[in-house]
């Protein structure tokens, strides 16, 4: 069984910054993308951001340029770092991996639990 744990979620006003963690555990080959979806009341879970197990990114078109995800593969851990927030960015936000497992080597995506981000005007 695959564990994502998360952190870093809160309140902050507008403009304000806040940086998420999310790590994985238990029995794991490898780690492919990573990420985070964000769910706001009333809308559809979307997808804010993800990284590859080489680095590479993808971004909404409504965070660009004001949140960064990295990740530190030794950790199995993936970051959001959420600068210049705005209200819209209110939202229940998880964090996700596809996982390969560690015995069966079958491929399939972890979820976290979600944490909280609310932004005061």
């Known amino acids: 069984q695959v564990q994502l744990v998360e952190s870093g979620g809160g309140l902050v006003q507008a403009g304000g910054s806040l940086r998420l963690s999310c790590s994985a555990s238990?029995?794991?080959?490898?780690?492919?993308?990573m990420g985070w979806y964000r769910q706001a009341p009333g809308k559809q879970r979307e997808l804010v951001a993800s990284i590859s197990s080489g680095g590479t990114t993808n971004y909404a078109d409504s965070v660009k340029g004001r949140f960064t995800i990295s990740r530190d593969n030794a950790k199995k851990t993936v970051y959001l770092q959420m600068n210049s927030l705005k209200p819209e960015d209110t939202a229940v936000y998880y964090c996700?991996?596809?996982?390969?497992?560690?015995?069966?080597?079958?491929?399939?995506?972890?979820w976290g639990q979600g944490t909280q981000v609310t932004v005061s005007s």
């Open positions: 996700y991996a596809d996982v390969v497992h560690g015995v069966t080597y079958r491929s399939y995506d972890a």
């Open positions: 238990g029995i794991i080959a490898r780690i492919n993308n």
